[in-house]
Nanobody, 119 residues
Framework: QGRLAESGGGLVQPGGSLTLGCSAS????????MSWYRQIGDGERELVAT????????DYAESVQGRFTISRDNEQKVTYLQMNDLKPEDTAVYYC????????????WGQGTQVTVSA
């Protein structure tokens, strides 16, 4: 059974930076595409960034393009989200998702980490 554990959330001032980490276990990491989502209150989860299983393809939500960078370390089984120039509207719970790229669809989610951008 795959497990994901996020880390790195916290309180930061507008214009500041944070790096989130997502550690994976119990799965063949290189067969999963990794993504970061965020959710504000009871709203829908919004896809923030995604990276292919080999790391060669990345995509971002328009709202974070140029400010956030997704990366992964396939040896350490960790996915990162570097967030720069943070804005109050980036405040949300951030979730890591792993989606299997072949065969039967399999998704794993982390428990989420709170990011608060406030002066």
């Amino acid at each position: 059974q795959g497990r994901l554990a996020e880390s790195g959330g916290g309180l930061v001032q507008p214009g500041g930076s944070l790096t989130l980490g997502c550690s994976a276990s119990g799965l063949i990491f290189t067969t999963f595409r990794m993504s970061w989502y965020r959710q504000i209150g009871d709203g829908e989860r919004e896809l923030v960034a995604t990276i292919s299983n080999a790391g060669g393809y990345k995509d971002y939500a328009e709202s974070v393009q140029g400010r956030f960078t997704i990366s992964r370390d396939n040896e350490q089984k960790v996915t990162y989200l570097q967030m720069n120039d943070l804005k109050p509207e980036d405040t949300a719970v951030y979730y890591c998702q792993a989606r299997k790229v072949t065969g039967m669809r399999v998704d794993y989610w982390g428990q989420g980490t709170q990011v608060t951008v406030s002066a």
